[in-house]
C-alpha cells in the first residue's frame, strides 16, 4: 500500500518495539544536537530562544520601515502645514501651487498652473481615478477633478477643470467670451453641487480682475447638495480649459469657518 505523504506528520505512536527505538534514535540526536552546543552558551540564550529571536527582529524590520518612509499614497494623508510652506501674505495659512507633477492634466498642458492657500491642519484626499481624468488626458470630453482638500472641522476644497469645447466653439476664449456668470453657472453647477443646481440657489455672482484674466465668483445656498449646503466658487478660463475653484461646508462648518473659507476662495489664482 502506498504511503501518504503526510505520514510523517502524524503523531508517533509507542505500542511497538521499532516504534521505541525510533524514539530513541531522536532521543540520542537531540542530545548529540544539544551536546554540540558550547555549555556557556546555553546557560544563558538556549538555542531556540535565541532563534526565535531572530524571527521576531526578521518580523519587526520591515514595521519600522515603513514608519520612517510610508509609501507616497499614505504619506498625503498628513497635514499640508508638514510639506507646503507659509503663505507669504498671510503666514497663519500655507500655499499649494499646483505643477505637473501634481495632476496628469498639468502635466499634458491641458491645465495652467494655479494656487491657493490652505490652514496648515487641512489634508489632501485621494481623487478617484474615474474623476481624475487620468484616463482621458490628453482629449476629456467631460469635467474632472484635479486636486481636493479637506478638513472635517471647515469644509472642504476642490478644483475642477472642463474642455473648453464643451462650453464654447471658440478656440482659446475668454470667459467673458463664454457667457455671463449666471450662463457658465447652470452649465458647471452640478460639479460645484455634486448632484444637480437649481438657479435658485445662487445668491451672489460678482466679476474680480487679477491682471489680464477674469474671474466669476460665484456665493451658493444648496440645502440638497452632495457637497455641502454652502459652497463658494471661483471660475475662468485659459488656454482650451475652464477652472473652477469649489469651497463647499456644511451648516456647522460655516458657522465657524466662513471667514477662513472665503479667504481661501479669494487667494485662488491661476
Not at 514608519?67 to 498671510?90: N, Q, W, Y
Not at 478644483?159 to 471658440?170: D, F, G, H, Q, W
Amino acid at each position: 500500500m502506498a504511503t501518504s505523504p503526510f505520514t510523517s506528520l502524524l503523531p508517533l505512536t509507542v505500542s511497538t518495539s521499532s516504534s521505541s527505538s525510533k524514539l530513541s534514535s531522536v532521543r540520542a540526536f537531540r542530545a548529540s544536537a544539544f551536546d554540540s552546543v558550547p555549555t556557556s552558551h546555553c546557560q544563558h540564550t538556549p538555542p531556540r530562544r535565541e532563534f526565535l529571536k531572530g524571527i521576531a527582529l526578521q518580523t519587526l524590520i520591515p514595521l519600522f520601515v515603513l514608519r520612517e518612509a510610508p509609501p507616497p499614497s499614505l504619506a498625503r494623508e498628513i497635514e499640508v502645514g508638514s510639506f507646503l510652506p507659509p503663505s507669504p501674505s498671510d503666514p497663519s495659512f500655507v500655499l499649494f501651487e499646483a505643477s505637473p507633477q501634481d495632476t496628469p492634466a498639468l502635466r499634458a498642458g491641458n491645465v495652467q498652473p494655479y494656487k491657493f492657500i490652505l490652514p496648515p491642519t487641512w489634508k489632501q484626499t485621494r481623487v478617484a481615478n474615474i474623476l481624475s481624468g487620468n484616463y482621458c488626458q490628453p482629449k476629456c470630453a467631460e469635467p474632472w477633478v484635479e486636486v481636493k482638500f479637506e478638513d472635517e472641522k471647515q469644509g472642504k476644497v476642490q478644483v475642477v477643470a472642463s474642455p473648453l469645447i464643451r462650453l464654447t466653439n471658440k478656440p482659446n476664449a475668454t470667459i467673458e467670451e463664454i457667457g455671463s456668470p449666471e450662463k457658465l453657472i447652470a452649465s458647471l453647477g452640478p460639479f460645484v453641487t455634486g448632484n444637480t443646481y437649481d438657479p435658485d440657489e445662487l445668491l451672489e455672482t460678482s466679476v474680480e480682475k487679477l491682471g489680464d484674466q477674469t474671474y466669476y465668483k460665484y456665493v451658493l445656498e444648496t440645502p440638497y447638495a452632495l457637497t455641502g449646503s454652502h459652497n463658494l466658487a471661483k471660475a475662468t478660463a485659459k488656454g482650451s480649459t475652464v477652472v473652477l475653484f469649489v469651497v463647499s461646508a456644511n451648516d456647522k462648518q460655516w458657522q465657524t469657518s466662513e471667514k477662513t473659507l472665503k479667504a481661501m476662495l479669494d487667494s485662488f489664482e491661476i
